[in-house]
Structures are given as C-alpha cells and as structure tokens.
C-alpha cells in the first residue's frame, strides 16, 4: 500500500522484504530515497482498529505500533479501520478504508517512553499519531 502510494506520488520506493531468505529480514520492509540520493531504511507498522474507531478517533487514541528496537530511520503507520455504521457495512480489513496516517523520523522517537500499548502486552512509543509527521512532509524529502 505504501509502495503504491509513493508511485502515485512520483516518488522511489522499493520493498526491502525478501520472503524467500533463509535468514530473518532486515527489520525494514521499504527502501526510500531523500533528495541527496541516500537510501533510507523505512518500517511500515500496520493496525487494525478492532473497537470500530473512525480515522480521527484513532489519530487521537492511538500511537505508533512499534517497539524501541524495531524503530528506523522512517517509521510510517497504516491504519485500517471497521465501521458498523457505514452502508456498505466493512467488517473486515479494506482498502477503502484504510489510510497511511503518519511517520516519525527515528530522531522523534529517541526521547519518547515505549509503554505497554493499549490493548496488547508490547510496548511502542507514548506519543500519539496525531503528534506524529503529516505524511506530505516525507513526501517532501524524497525523490
């Protein structure tokens, strides 16, 4: 999804995920480029909202789905969300609701607290994704 959406957006991008290895992955799964040519490790975290939350709800409640030693150098979340009140109801993951909502450079992170994320027994950073980068300033850095 978010290969696709940097070719939408004029932008390089490259998975960095090689499903056949035999040795575990590089703890990246898409290679970007800035404007000075370097290559750029990037995390994508995907979620699904399970208590039905519409996308502003989840900005505000919810934070980035990683831990302190998963965080690269860009750390971008996707969201998907269900709704029960919509027509068509969508009570499965879809495409047509589902939304890249932010990224953090790793220099965002390095001062965050990783406690316990809501929901689940694994810890990821304590800043919301409302406080996180709007996703047209990493479109701005890239090629």
Do not use: C
Request: charged share 25%; glycine share 4%.
């Amino acid at each position: 999804m978010v290969l696709e959406w940097l070719k939408k957006k004029d932008k390089f991008g490259e998975s960095a995920v090689n499903k056949g290895a035999a040795m575990p992955d590089m703890g990246h799964d898409i290679w970007l480029q800035d404007t000075h040519g370097k290559r750029i490790r990037a995390s994508v975290k995907s979620s699904l909202s399970v208590l039905k939350s519409d996308p502003e709800k989840i900005l505000n409640t919810f934070t980035l789905a990683t831990k302190s030693e998963e965080v690269r150098e860009i750390n971008i979340q996707v969201y998907f969300w269900l709704s029960v009140y919509s027509t068509p109801r969508i009570s499965v993951p879809s495409m047509r609701q589902a939304a890249i909502v932010a990224w953090a450079p790793a220099e965002d992170l390095a001062g965050a607290r990783f406690n316990s994320y809501k929901g689940e027994h694994r810890p990821a950073p304590d800043k919301k994704l409302s406080e996180l980068r709007p996703m047209n300033e990493l479109v701005a850095m890239l090629i």
